[in-house]
């Protein structure tokens, strides 16, 4: 079992920044955020391994940074050049997948089937005004 605690978000105007963090109860291969707008599907936004391997959707490469964070099993989202379509609830998630997986998209696209695909956090709201 993981428990996952995010902090952060909020509201920006389009071309501005926010940060989300997330601290995980205990160590996980896998760690990354997710987000989900009203009406649409659950997509992966980013993922990093221990080992600092990333991986991005095409709708933020540029613009969006993963990394760990100064605390053991932190990890943040650096959110810049913000779009009113950034707009959703921000989810960080950790899994027991290997590196590849993790950032290679499969990770993703496998929790879009089924939730099971990851732990948790409570989601933190992100509102870009335009």
């Known amino acids: 079992l993981v428990q996952l605690v995010e902090s952060g978000g909020g509201s920006a105007q389009a071309g501005g920044s926010l940060r989300l963090s997330c601290i995980a109860s205990r160590y996980t291969p896998c760690m990354g955020w997710f987000r989900q707008a009203p009406g649409q599907e659950r997509e992966g936004v980013a993922a990093?391994?221990?080992?600092?391997?990333?991986g991005y959707a095409d709708s933020v490469k540029g613009r969006f940074f993963i990394s760990k964070g100064n605390e053991k099993n932190m990890f943040t989202l650096q959110m810049n050049s913000l779009k009113p379509e950034d707009t959703a609830i921000y989810y960080c998630?950790?899994?027991?997948?290997?590196?590849?997986?993790?950032?290679?998209?499969?990770?993703?696209?496998?929790?879009?089937?089924?939730?099971?695909?990851?732990?948790w956090g409570q989601g933190t709201q992100v509102t870009v005004s335009s």
């Open positions: 990093i391994t221990p080992e600092d391997t990333v």
């Open positions: 998630a950790a899994a027991f997948i290997g590196p590849a997986w993790c950032t290679d998209g499969s990770w993703f696209g496998e929790v879009k089937g089924s939730d099971r695909a990851a732990y």
